[in-house]
């Protein structure tokens, strides 16, 4: 004769309560309701104790952690789920395209990580500002924001034209004035190198400027060598015309540890396409950032 343990015999009941009735699901047990976290864009505050020549930023991506948890990376703005009833640490982390390819997104060292405590709303949207600067510890090895009437502190090293100084509200982007490579007809270039030499540290750094163009330019890096009177500039990145001002950001510090120069000098390039008759390049707020 067949005998049941009466402790399995009462789970066995169970069971079968549980899978007559809709309302027990072991298997499948019920979802948490998100609560959706919208970010349109950062704010950007000042950090006194960092010399930047500008508070611009373009911060195109954020990634997200929720009580350390990886949430994702995405593109601002964005609306995420986060499967949560309760309070947690929310964690924003800054993004920047880097050397101007789309493909290349990275966190931004030097920019401070945003850190909030979470209160769900289950099924409700909440839009949420994070906020950014520049940690403490970042430093400016070189800057140039064009403050001094009628100096560039920038030097043609070939083309037929040079760097000028512009002071008028509609070419400059924020304080005095701007730089101005104007070109002026078919075949004009100019290729001009800062006056001012840097050092670049054994570590992460990035040449922040903000430009406005209607033609294409190039960025490079001279580096200067104890054995070599003159060397020549590497360019790093192309850029593509943009009828607004915009904020770009060129990783240096990769060419600086192959080059292993003593110093370095920062060089801009410019040439007037075929199919145009004039162009202008504009810059302004050049600053290499680092630790």
């Known amino acids: 004769m067949l005998h049941i343990n009466t402790k399995l015999k009462y789970s066995l009941s169970i069971l079968a309560l549980c899978y007559s009735l809709s309302g027990c699901n072991i298997i499948n047990p019920a979802e948490i309701t998100p609560t ?59 993004a920047i395209i880097v050397n101007g390819r789309n493909e290349l997104v990275g966190k931004y060292d030097f920019y401070q990580i945003d850190t909030s405590t979470f209160t769900a709303q289950p099924g409700k949207t909440i839009t949420y500002v994070p906020k950014t600067g520049f940690y403490t510890y970042v430093k400016m090895n070189y800057t140039e924001s ?23 509200d509609s070419l400059r982007f924020e304080g005095y004035g701007a730089g101005q490579i ?16 840097f050092e670049i540290p054994q570590n992460v750094a990035f ?3 903000n430009y406005k163009s209607t033609v294409p330019f190039y ?32 990783n240096v510090s990769d060419f600086a540890i192959k080059a292993k120069g003593t110093s370095y000098n920062f060089v801009i390039k410019t040439v007037l396409d075929q199919n145009q008759t004039s162009g202008r390049l504009l810059l302004d707020n050049i600053q290499l950032v680092n630790y």
Request: proline share 6%; glycine share 6%; charged share 15%.
């Open 36 to 94: 959706y976290l919208h970010i349109d864009s950062f704010t950007f505050l000042n950090n006194p104790a960092v010399r930047s020549v500008t508070l611009s930023n373009h911060i195109t991506n954020a990634w997200v952690y929720y009580d350390n948890r990886a949430m994702g990376a995405y593109d601002l703005p964005f609306t995420i789920p986060i499967p949560s009833t309760g309070h947690g640490k929310l964690e924003v982390y800054p």
């Open 146 to 168: 064009f403050e001094t009437p009628g100096v560039t502190n920038f030097s043609r090293i070939d083309g037929n034209t040079v760097m000028t100084n512009v002071a008028a």
């Open 182 to 197: 104007l070109l002026n007809a078919v075949g004009d270039s100019c290729t001009v190198m800062s006056d001012k030499t």
């Open 207 to 209: 040449i922040e400027l």
């Open 219 to 250: 960025l490079g890096i001279q580096a200067n060598l104890s054995n070599i009177i003159s060397s020549t500039p590497y360019f790093l990145a192309g850029i593509k015309p943009s009828d607004h001002w915009q904020k770009f950001y060129l």
